[in-house]
Nanobody, 124 residues
């Protein structure tokens, strides 16, 4: 069982930056593939970024590629999402997720545990 808690959300002007953190409970964080997803009002949850168990492999949605960076610190049981050059279209609730059966996962259906989400609002 893993519990995930996101932090770092808020309101930012377009062009600004934010860093999200996802703190995980338990001693097996390093065995989970991790990912970030987001959901805007009236839209389905969508993939943002994923990182492998060791951090050596990452993947990004085309909409955030070059602007967002996913990373993890297994010693601190924490994953991060550095978001730069934020756009109004990035406004959403952002969720972190953990997949126990995969070393790397992009599809949300492969994830077993989810955080409660943190709101990011980008003002234009």
């Amino acid at each position: 069982q893993v519990q995930l808690v996101e932090s770092g959300g808020g309101v930012v002007q377009a062009g600004g930056s934010l860093r999200l953190s996802c703190a995980a409970s338990g001693r097996t964080f390093s065995k989970y593939a991790m990912g970030w997803f987001r959901q805007a009002p009236g839209k389905e949850r969508e993939f943002v970024a994923a990182i492998s168990v060791g951090g050596g492999r990452t993947s990004y949605a085309d909409s955030v590629k070059g602007r967002f960076t996913i990373s993890r610190d297994n010693a601190k049981n924490t994953m991060y999402l550095q978001m730069n050059s934020l756009k109004h279209g990035d406004t959403a609730v952002y969720y972190c997720a953990a997949a126990r059966s995969y070393t790397y996962a992009v599809s949300p259906s492969l994830y077993d545990y989810w955080g409660q989400g943190t709101q990011i609002t980008v003002s234009s």
